[in-house]
């Protein structure tokens, strides 16, 4: 079993960066990759970036080039740095550590972004 704690998140104007952070502990051996996804209200969630264990990574063609993923083995913890935040980014973002195949997957429990003036 996995426990995942998601933090971070908060009001920012259009520009600005917020980094959020996901705290993993249990059996993290097993996780294959850790990802942020984001829902908006009214909209599907989507996944916004991912980390593999081998340190593979994948973005969202909309935060391409604003956002970046990242993970201290120490800690065991992946960080979402935000910057160039638009009012589009604004959602709950969840943080999901999953197994191969997403044979399991292990969600915290959101934390909202707001990007307003």
């Known amino acids: 079993q996995v426990q995942v704690v998601e933090s971070g998140g908060g009001l920012v104007q259009p520009g600005g960066s917020l980094r959020l952070s996901c705290a993993a502990s249990?059996?993290?051996?097993?996780?294959?990759?850790t990802g942020w996804y984001r829902q908006a209200p009214g909209k599907q969630r989507e996944l916004v970036a991912s980390l593999t264990s081998g340190g593979s990574t994948n973005y969202a063609d909309s935060v391409k080039g604003r956002f970046t993923i990242s993970r201290d083995n120490a800690k065991n913890t992946v960080y979402l740095q935000m910057n160039s935040l638009k009012p589009e980014d604004t959602a709950v973002y969840y943080c999901?550590?999953?197994?191969?195949?997403?044979?399991?997957?292990?969600w915290g429990q959101g934390t909202q972004v707001t990007v307003s003036s």
């Open positions: 999901d550590a999953w197994g191969l195949g997403h044979l399991y997957d292990y």
């Open positions: 249990g059996s993290i051996f097993n996780i294959y990759a």
